[in-house]
C-alpha cells in the first residue's frame, strides 16, 4: 500500500533509498491495476481530474495559483492561463485522439513497468503530460518533482487521490535533492524509463548513470515566423505576450521573429510595437524578480547591442530601460541569441525562403514555429520549420498552449512508453 | 546564482599591437596624443597617485572625463548615447561595460602598449584589448599601489615568480607589472616558473627547497600555479617552509584548475604548504583593462588604492546597491586617464570592512583568468 502522506510534499519522513526502493515496488503493484482498467475508463478518469481543475470552484485550482506563484515566481495570471490550458489540453476528446493516434496495447514491445520523471521548475506543469501519458499507456510513474516547484505534482496526485482514486496507485511523488548519488541511482534503477526535463548539462549529468532508457526534455527554444501582411498591431500584441508568458523560460517561449519584411519603415516600426506591447504586459503580466545573475545577463546582451548600435552597426534596440523588456532588431549577420527574460530577436528576412539561413545555426534547439501569415505561404513556413527540426508548427497565439498530443521534444506522448525513439519531422496538425 | 570562482585578471600576451589592420586604422582616426591639456593632466594624476588627497578626486576625475569625452570618439559617442546632464561627480561619469574594450579602441591617443586579455574561454578573436598610450601612468599606479598595499619600494628580497612577465607574455599587462617588480624588488633573478606550458612545478619545488633557510622570499605566482604546486606537493610528501618574514603573492582565482576552493581553503592549503600566516598572504584583483589594482590581505576585503574608486551596482539599474547588498563592481581609475577611467564590470562583490568582497563572476560572464595560463604542466 502506498499511504496518501507518501505522495505529498513535504514527506514527513526522510527519503531514503530503502524508502525509495518500497514506493517503486508498490508502484509497479500497482501497475497491474492500472493496465487492466480499460483505456476508455482510464480517459474518463483523467477526464474527471481535469474537470475538477477547471471548475469555478476548483480547490485545487485555487492553492495551485496560491502556491506557484510563490515558487515560480511568476504572476497569478500567468499561473492562471498555465493551468487553463494544462487542464484544457487534458480533456476526453484530446485523450482519446491520442489514443487512437498512438495505440500501445498492443505494441510489440513489452511496457515498462515503471517510469521515472525527473522535472524541471521552468514553466508551471512542464511534465503533467508526461505522466498523464504514463496513465493512458498504463506505466506507474514515481515523479521526482523540480526543487524550485514541486507543489503542482503534489496537488495533481492528491487530485488524483480525491477524483479518480481507481488511478492513485500509479502515480507517487518523491522529493529529494538532485544530485543526492544514493537517491538518483535508486530511483534511476528501479526505473525502465526515464522522462527528464531540464538544462542539458542536468540532463548530461543524468544519463552518465545510464539509466535503462532516458527521453531527454532538454534546452529548446522556439520561435516566431511573420509573414509581411501580418505585421498588425495584432500580431504585435500576440507575440508580446508569447514572449511574455512565462519570461522566455519554457522551450516553448519565443525567443527570436523571422519577419518578412517589405521596407525598413515597416519592420521598425513592428519591432517598436512589439516592445511597446512588451511593456504594457509589465502592468498584466509582470516579470518574475530577476536573480542577479540573470540580469547581469540581460544588460550583457543589453550593452552589447546597443554598443554595436552605436559604433554603426545595422542594429536598433527598442526597449529594455532598466533592463526592462526589450526587442533587439538586427540585420546583421550576427544574429544574436536572446538572454531571454523578455527580451526578443526580430531578424528581418527578405523572403520566408530566406529565413531558413539564419535558422541553420539553431537547428536541432528548435522545439515549435508559432507563425502569422496567410495559409498560402504555410507550405513554405512548414518546410522552414522542418528544416530547424521543430516538432511542432502552430498559430503563433497558441504556441504556449499545445495539445496533449505534442511530440515534445521530439518524443511520441504514448509511443514512448511502447519504445518509439524521437521522430523528427513536424506533427501533421497545425494547433 | 553567484556560483563562479573569484576571479581577477585575465591579462596576457603581446606589447603594442599594430599588426592587426582594423587596429591601426581605428588608431590612425582617432585624435592624436597629448596636446596641452592631456601632459598637464597627466602630470596631475602621476601627482596624485604619489601624494592623494581626498578633496582633489573629484575635480582630477571630472576633468579627466572631460578629456576623455574628447579625446575618444567611442566613448564620446557612448555618452552621447546615454545623454542627460553633465555629472557632478565622479560617481555619475559614465561607465562603459568592460566587454566595450572587446568591441572597440577606446584609447585617447596612439597607444605605447596594447594589453590583451588571454580570451581563453571568449576566443583569441574576442580579447579584451587596452590600448594605453601612456604606460608611464601605468607604471606608477601599479608600483604605488603595491608599495603602499604589499610591499614598500626599496625593499630587497628574492622573487619566486610564476606567473606571465613581459618577456613571454608580452601583451600581459600582469606580465608588465611582475616585471616592474622584478626591477625593483628583485634581489635575485630565479627564472619565472610558468612557462608557456603551464607552471614548471617540478623546478618551483626545487628551487623553494633550495632557498630554504636562505631568508624571506616573495612568491608571486597565479593561484592555480600554486595550487598545482600544492596538489604536487602532498603527492610526494613535499613541504617548503618559508623563512618568516616572507610573503605570498597570488592573483587569478581557481579558473582552469579542476576545483573551485572557496579563499579559506586556498590560505589553508598555503598554510600547509608553506608555514605561512594568512597575514603573510595577498591577493590582487586586477583586469586588463584597469590600470591600477586592489589587493586583499589574508581573508580580509580588497582595498583599492587613493586613485581607484570602487562602486557596487545593480546592473538593472545602474545605481549603486546599500552598503553590504551583492552588486556588479564599477571602478573610476585615474590610471586609465589614456583609455577610459570609468568601467562597469560583471565581478560580484559587496561592501564590506571598509573593503570589497569579491564574491565571483556573474553568471554566464566570460570567464576572464590569468590562472588559465597555469594550466596544462601540472608535474
Known amino acids: ?431 | 546564482m553567484i556560483s563562479l570562482p573569484l576571479t581577477n585578471r585575465t591579462r596576457t600576451s603581446a606589447a603594442a599591437d599594430c599588426g592587426e589592420p582594423n587596429v591601426t586604422h581605428a588608431i590612425a582616426d582617432i585624435t592624436t596624443t597629448a596636446d596641452e591639456t592631456a601632459q598637464d593632466l597627466q602630470r596631475r594624476v602621476l601627482e596624485f597617485i604619489a601624494t592623494p588627497s581626498d578633496g582633489d578626486f573629484d575635480r582630477l576625475a571630472l576633468e579627466v572625463h572631460a578629456y576623455q569625452y574628447r579625446s575618444n570618439p567611442p566613448y564620446r559617442r557612448f555618452v552621447e548615447r546615454l545623454g542627460g546632464a553633465p555629472p557632478r561627480t565622479w560617481r555619475e561619469i559614465p561607465a562603459v561595460p568592460a566587454e566595450a574594450f572587446r568591441m572597440s579602441v577606446l584609447a585617447c591617443g596612439s597607444a605605447e602598449r596594447v594589453y590583451r586579455s588571454s580570451g581563453t574561454t571568449a576566443g583569441l578573436d574576442r580579447r579584451a584589448a587596452h590600448h594605453v598610450p601612456d604606460v608611464a601612468v601605468y607604471r606608477k599606479a601599479a608600483l604605488a599601489g603595491f608599495a603602499s598595499a604589499v610591499l614598500p619600494a626599496g625593499t630587497r628580497r628574492r622573487l619566486l615568480v610564476a606567473a606571465p612577465e613581459r618577456g613571454s607574455h608580452p601583451a600581459s599587462s600582469l606580465g608588465e607589472m611582475v616585471s616592474w617588480l622584478r626591477e625593483l624588488y628583485d634581489e635575485d633573478s630565479v627564472p619565472s616558473f610558468l612557462g608557456p606550458d603551464g607552471v614548471d612545478v617540478a623546478r618551483f619545488a626545487h628551487t623553494l627547497e633550495r632557498v630554504e633557510n636562505t631568508g624571506p622570499v616573495v612568491i608571486v605566482a597565479v593561484t592555480t600555479a600554486l595550487l598545482r604546486l600544492a596538489d604536487w606537493a602532498d603527492a610526494s610528501g613535499r613541504r617548503f617552509p618559508l623563512t618568516p618574514g616572507s610573503l605570498v603573492i597570488d592573483t587569478g582565482g581557481c579558473k582552469g584548475y579542476d576545483r573551485d576552493l572557496g579563499r579559506s581553503e586556498i590560505l589553508a592549503c598555503y598554510r600547509r604548504m608553506f608555514g605561512v600566516a594568512p597575514a603573510q598572504v595577498v591577493n590582487e584583483y586586477g583586469m586588463t583593462e584597469l590600470g591600477s589594482q586592489l589587493y586583499a590581505c589574508g581573508e580580509g576585503p580588497h582595498r583599492a588604492p587613493p586613485w581607484l574608486r570602487v562602486v557596487v551596482t545593480d546592473l538593472a539599474t545602474g545605481r549603486e546597491v546599500p552598503p553590504g547588498e551583492a552588486g556588479c563592481l564599477r571602478f573610476f581609475d585615474l590610471a586609465n586617464l589614456g583609455s577610459v577611467a570609468a568601467i562597469q564590470t560583471e565581478d560580484v562583490g559587496r561592501v564590506r570592512r571598509g573593503g570589497i568582497e569579491l564574491l565571483g563572476r556573474a553568471p554566464g560572464a566570460v570567464t576572464r583568468g590569468c590562472s588559465l595560463l597555469s594550466a596544462g604542466r601540472a608535474a
Open chain 1, 1 to 431: 500500500m502506498i499511504g496518501l502522506d507518501e505522495r505529498l510534499v513535504p514527506s514527513r519522513t526522510p527519503l531514503t533509498p530503502a524508502r525509495l526502493r518500497a514506493l517503486a515496488q508498490a508502484l509497479r503493484a500497482g501497475g497491474g491495476a492500472l493496465r487492466s482498467l480499460a483505456p476508455e475508463a482510464r480517459v474518463a478518469a483523467i477526464d474527471r481530474v481535469a474537470a475538477s481543475w477547471l471548475a469555478d470552484d476548483s480547490s485545487w485550482r485555487r492553492r495551485a495559483v496560491a502556491e506557484l506563484t510563490i515558487s515560480t515566481g511568476y504572476p497569478e495570471a500567468a499561473i492562471a492561463i498555465s493551468l487553463e490550458q494544462l487542464w484544457g489540453a487534458l480533456r476526453a476528446p484530446q485523450l482519446t485522439g491520442a489514443l487512437a493516434a498512438e495505440p500501445v496495447a498492443d505494441a510489440a514491445q513489452p511496457l515498462p513497468a515503471l517510469a521515472l520523471h525527473v522535472l524541471a521548475g521552468n514553466v508551471p506543469g512542464v511534465g503533467i503530460f508526461g505522466i498523464v501519458g504514463a496513465l493512458l499507456a498504463g506505466v506507474p510513474s514515481l515523479v521526482k518533482p523540480a526543487a524550485r516547484e514541486p507543489f503542482l505534482p503534489a496537488l495533481f496526485v492528491e487530485s488524483l487521490a480525491s477524483v479518480a482514486p481507481e488511478l492513485q496507485r500509479a502515480v507517487a511523488v518523491a522529493p529529494w535533492r538532485g544530485g543526492t548519488a544514493e537517491l538518483d541511482d535508486a530511483a534511476l534503477r528501479e526505473a525502465d524509463v526515464v522522462l527528464a526535463y531540464g538544462r542539458d548539462e542536468t540532463l548530461d549529468r543524468l544519463a552518465e548513470r545510464r539509466p535503462l532508457r532516458l527521453l531527454r526534455y532538454g534546452s529548446r527554444l522556439s520561435i516566431a515566423v511573420l509573414a509581411r501582411s501580418a505585421l498588425t498591431r495584432a500580431t504585435a500584441h500576440a507575440l508580446a505576450q508569447q514572449v511574455a508568458l512565462y519570461d522566455q523560460q519554457g522551450c516553448l517561449s519565443p525567443q527570436i521573429a523571422l519577419v518578412e519584411q517589405t521596407d525598413r519603415a515597416t519592420t521598425d516600426a513592428f519591432a517598436a510595437l512589439v516592445a511597446a506591447e512588451l511593456d504594457a504586459l509589465e502592468h498584466s503580466l509582470p516579470r518574475a524578480m530577476p536573480t542577479l545573475g540573470e540580469s547581469a545577463s540581460v544588460w550583457r546582451h543589453l550593452e552589447h547591442q546597443r554598443w554595436r548600435a552605436q559604433e554603426g552597426a545595422d542594429v536598433a534596440v527598442h526597449g529594455g530601460r532598466d533592463g526592462r523588456a526589450s526587442v533587439v532588431c538586427d540585420r546583421t549577420a550576427e544574429w544574436p541569441m536572446s538572454p531571454t527574460f523578455r527580451h526578443l530577436i526580430v531578424l528581418p528576412v527578405a523572403t520566408l525562403a530566406a529565413a531558413a539561413t539564419p535558422l541553420a545555426r539553431i537547428t536541432g534547439v528548435v522545439e515549435a514555429v508559432g507563425y502569422a501569415g496567410p495559409m498560402e505561404q504555410m507550405d513554405e513556413v512548414a518546410r522552414i520549420a522542418a528544416g530547424a527540426g521543430a516538432v511542432r508548427l502552430c498559430p503563433l497565439e497558441r504556441l504556449q498552449a499545445p495539445p496533449f498530443a505534442w511530440r515534445q521534444s521530439g518524443h511520441p506522448r504514448l509511443a514512448s512508453f511502447a519504445g518509439d525513439g524521437p521522430r523528427a519531422g513536424l506533427a501533421p496538425a497545425f494547433a
